[in-house]
Every structure is written in C-alpha cells, then in structure tokens.
C-alpha cells in the first residue's frame, strides 16, 4: 500500500519536475498563439499547426543541444527560452524602431540582428560561469509560459466560439466566395456597364516622365487614343500616400490623414464606391496584395477578392499565407521577409500574379466593379525595362534615373497588354479608369535615402486616363481631379447628381 502511494507520489513529482522545464516550448507557442488570437477574424484556424509545430520542434532541438553544453536542464531550459523570446519577437521590437526612423530602416538588421545575438550570448555566457542555482528562475519562466499561453487559448477559444465562420460555396464562375457577407448582389435592372478601376502606384505623368526622366512616352499615350481614352495630361492629386489618395477616390471626398478615424485603410476596403454599385446590383471584385503586408488576407466586403483566393490556393500571388508573413515580419527572420517579400522575389512574383488576376477578372459575371492595384512602378524596382531583375542594391536609388525609368516602361507595355486582353475578351460595354494614385516621390529626403532632387513635387502629377463607351460622351477636364473620378462616374453612366468638387 505504501509502495503503492510511493509510486504515486514519485511519479506526480516526475510530471512537476518535467513541467517546470517545459517554459521553453510554451515560451515557443506564445507568440504564434498570440498573433491568431489577436487576428482570428482576418485568417484561417489551419494557419496555425504548421507554424506552431515547427516552433516547437526547433525550441525541443535547441533544448536537448543545451543541455549537452550546460550539463543542466534548468540552465539549458533558460538558454533555450532567451534565444526563443528574441528570435520571435524581433520584429516587433525592430518595428518599434522602425516606426522612429527612416522609410529605408530595414538596412539597421546590419545592427540590430547581431545585438540580438549578442545578448544571447551574455546570457549564455552568464548562465556558464553562474555557481548559484537558477532552478527558482526556470520555474518562474515556466509558470510566466504557462499563463501567457492559457490566456491566449482562452481569447482564442473565446473568439471561436463567438465568431461564425461564412460558408463557402461555388459561383457559376467556380471561384469561391463567401455567402453569408456581403449578400450576393441583386439582378440588375439593364445592361449596366462594367467598371474598372486601375491603380498604377507611383507611376508617372506624360509630363512628368518627360520633364524629369526624358522619356516621351508616345507608345502609351498613342494607344490609349487610339482606343478612345481621354488622358487628363493635368490632373493632381493632393496625396503623397497611397492610403489618402485611394480613399479620397473611392468615398468621392477629400480627407484629412490625421483624423485616423476618418481616413485610411478600412475605408478603402469598404468604401463609398463600391456600397453605391453593389446597392445597384454590381460584383464586387479586389484585386491588391497590399493587405498581406498589413495583416489580413481578405477584403470581406467584397465577393470576390484575388488574395483570399491565393490564401485558399485557389490563385498564386506570393505563395505565403497572411498568417506566414505575420511570422516572418515579427521574427528574427523579419530580415528575410524584407528581402523575399517585400523587397524581393516573392514581391515580383506577386505583381505577375495580379496581372494574371485581371486577366481572370474579365471573365466574371457582369455587372462587375474591379478595383485593381498594381505595384510594378512602384519602389523597389523590382523590373527592369524588358521585365528582367534589376540587382537589390539598386531597388531604392532613385538617384540614377534609369532604374525607375526602367520599371515605368515595363509597367507600360504591360498595362497595353492588359487593356487589349480587355477589349478583346469583354462581354459587355465597360468604363475603364487608368489612374495613380501619385507621381514618383524621388525627391522626398523624408522617403528615400537616394533622392533626384530635380523631381521634388512631381509625386502631385498623376497619370489619369478615362475610357467610356461609345454612347457615352462625358466632358472631362485636362485638370480634373482625382477625387471626381466616380462623381463623374456615376453622373454620366447613371444620371445622378453627384457634382464635382473643388481643386
């Protein structure tokens, strides 16, 4: 009997003993539990096990190879648990002073990554030469472990249990989309025409690419009026940031960046615009990756969205999955996600896919409304001008003018390629916008390192270019500006009274 309670009792105090040296796998679930449950209602529950698998799986490795060096669990666990922390939560310690500094701040990973390491290596180094007993510590990180990781299972579990999840189904398109949110829209009354709204970011004017980087481009310019296009050589926006200007076109009135509230991403993904042409029976479909690299893979007010798709498979973009690049950018391997992503080849891969989305785009059912933004004349240059890689040292220099010169006529030939596919497949009249959102901010100190000083201001100067049909003959202003696009819109195709604002 008493052998019996002995066996008992030996075999509870092997279970703690095992327990307080479990803080370095609980230390490495804590972060990606932290990340779902803070972002569940933008991602997918099946992100998570591979992901925390392999967190785990290195955080044990790292464990077991301690221990042969320390030749003590609890100082192994210590070490272990350290380096876990700063590799998994570099980046938001990074972002902290990322958001201090200059838009070019990835470059200090040269710095910071090393600091890391090297306080890891303090730390290790103490722990070797430490005489006293550290077994007080690991039990405390275990117990830290321990709460940090029940509290975010709990808001997960609660968040779960309180979230319905849309079903998903097949449209007569066999693309997948969500049923429950937005509700499918109503049959229209006539054969409205399909609206396409083509963002170019950051590409430049005809006077513009004239003026400052000596580049006639007659090759766009011919064949846009050859097919009809209106160009408003004039046109200026107020905004140098993507999020103000798109918001100010799609909620057809000017904003004020430093009232968050007001202005910004959200508004963007459910705006004005596209409310008043679903109300009128209008697909909604969102062709942008620029979600990803703010968290979330999908545009929930739309009832198709290009990215979710990627998400699900169903298309290729970048091949990461939102929950994957929330990883990366918070981690020690935010320096790669720099590079691969954002900077890198996964970026350009990324572009190829959302000219392969608009091409898909055309063939939905109609009416529809497609809001399309492309990034390839966007810094980093990630083209040259045949479409060729251009080396990284070179992706930001805006100094020398080749390299922007290079991607802007690269994102023009494929832009041409995009509007004949356009004309040639379209099943029905369409309104076409071709528009950026700025000019090349090449003389922004405050944006780049290496500037071209003689283009300071021109990110006002927009390229704006309208095609309408036949049948409709709007008067368009060589000065209009951005924030009418849909204002005149809805006036000419829908004889409503929007009147246009201000300069």
Same mark, same amino acid.
């Given at each position: ?326 990883? #990366?950018?918070?981690? /020690? $391997? %935010? *320096? @790669? ?5 954002? !900077?890198?080849?996964? =970026? ?73 596919? #356009?004309?040639?497949? /379209? $099943? %029905? *009249? @369409? ?5 950026? !959102?700025?000019?090349? =901010? ?62």
């Amino acid at each position: 009997m008493s052998r019996s309670r002995q066996g008992g009792g030996g075999e509870s105090r092997s279970l703690t003993r095992i327990f307080w040296l479990t803080h370095p796998i609980l230390f490495s679930a804590f972060p990606v539990l932290f990340l779902l449950s803070h972002n569940f209602s933008e991602l997918d529950l099946n992100q998570l096990w591979w992901p925390l698998g392999v967190s785990a799986l290195a955080a044990g490795v790292l464990f077991l190879v301690s221990q042969l060096f320390f030749r003590c669990v609890h100082k192994a666990g210590i070490a272990t648990s350290v380096f876990v922390l700063l590799f998994l939560l570099y980046g938001h310690v990074f972002e902290g002073f990322e958001s201090r500094g200059s838009y070019l701040a990835s470059y200090r990973h040269r710095q910071f990554l090393p600091l890391a390491f090297l306080v890891w290596g303090y730390v290790v180094f103490f722990l070797r030469r430490a005489r006293f007993r550290v077994e007080p510590i690991s039990k405390s990180l275990s117990v830290v472990a321990l709460a940090l990781v029940l509290l975010n299972v709990g808001s997960l579990a609660g968040t779960i249990a309180t979230t319905k999840a849309p079903k998903l189904a097949r449209d007569t398109a066999g693309v997948v989309r969500a049923k429950t949110f937005p509700p499918a829209p109503r049959e229209p009354t006539g054969e409205m025409p399909d609206i396409y709204y083509v963002i170019l970011d950051e590409f430049a004017s005809l006077e513009t690419a004239e003026d400052v980087y000596g580049y006639q481009n007659e090759e766009l310019a011919l064949f846009l009026r050859d097919k009809g296009f209106f160009i408003a050589e004039r046109s200026e926006s107020r905004y140098s940031s993507t999020w103000d200007a798109l918001d100010a076109v799609l909620n057809m009135e000017y904003v004020d960046s430093r009232e968050p509230v007001k202005s910004g991403f959200p508004r963007i993904l459910d705006s004005a615009v596209s409310r008043h042409l679903k109300d009128k029976g209008y697909l909604f479909v969102y062709n942008s990756d620029q979600k990803l690299h703010r968290g979330t893979s999908e545009n929930p007010s739309a009832h198709v969205d290009f990215q979710d798709l990627a998400a699900k498979g169903s298309v290729t973009t970048t091949n990461l999955s939102p929950f994957q690049v929330m990883l #990366l950018k918070t981690s /020690a $391997l %935010r *320096p @790669f996600y720099d590079k691969l992503v954002r !900077d890198g080849l996964l =970026r350009r891969r990324g572009e190829l896919a959302k000219l392969s989305a608009f091409r898909q785009a055309i063939s939905l059912p109609s009416p529809k409304f497609v809001v399309s933004h492309h990034l390839i004349s966007h810094a980093p240059f990630m083209f040259g001008e045949n479409g060729e890689t251009v080396d990284i040292r070179n992706h930001r220099d805006w100094s020398k003018k080749e390299f922007y010169l290079g991607t802007y006529k690269y994102c023009s030939r494929r832009v041409i390629e995009l509007i004949e596919d #356009l004309f040639s497949k /379209a $099943l %029905r *009249p @369409f309104v076409l916008i071709v528009q950026s !959102d700025h000019g090349p =901010r090449a003389g922004q100190a405050d944006v780049h390192a290496k500037v071209l000083p003689s283009a300071l201001g021109e990110w006002r100067k927009v390229f704006n270019a309208f095609y309408f049909p036949p049948n409709y003959q709007p008067e368009i202003a060589l000065d209009v500006a951005p924030v009418n696009t849909f204002r005149m819109v809805f006036r000419e195709i829908f004889g409503e009274d929007f009147a246009d604002l201000p300069h």
